[in-house]
């Protein structure tokens, strides 16, 4: 298990997400990524960052990581997003659960759950 790696397309994603850029997003997911959501779950990488970038309200809002837990399975994080969106305070909390492919070069699934 390579956990300075899974940091980074950890942070890759989250970056991603924080800035809306497509690039980063899909530098850090497989073509075939399955990703749950609370809205909806969703396969394939077109399909993601379709939701995660184009269908999202406009935002300002950041991720702050407080915690990271790795285990050969996956990758847990927590934290808060902070910000607003569409003009209105956002403080969510959320923990993702990442898994990689063999190679740990990117994320093949990713289940979010958030409470607000």
């Known amino acids: 298990m390579n956990e300075d790696e ?3 397309l950890i942070d890759r994603y989250l970056d991603g997400i924080d800035q809306g850029d497509k690039d980063l997003l899909r530098d850090a997911f497989t073509p075939d990524v399955v990703h749950e959501h609370p809205e909806r779950d969703i396969e394939g990488i077109d399909e993601f960052l379709t ?3 184009d269908e999202q309200p406009p ?3 950041e991720h702050e990581v407080s915690r990271r837990i790795h285990v050969p399975e996956a990758s847990v994080v927590q934290g808060r997003k902070v910000g607003t969106v569409e003009g209105e305070p956002v403080d969510v909390q959320f923990c993702d659960v990442y898994e990689f492919n063999a190679d740990e070069s990117a994320i093949t699934k990713l289940s979010v759950y958030v409470r607000e």
């Open 6 to 8: 899974r940091d980074r």
């Open 51 to 53: 939701f995660k970038v």
């Open 59 to 61: 935002q300002e809002s």
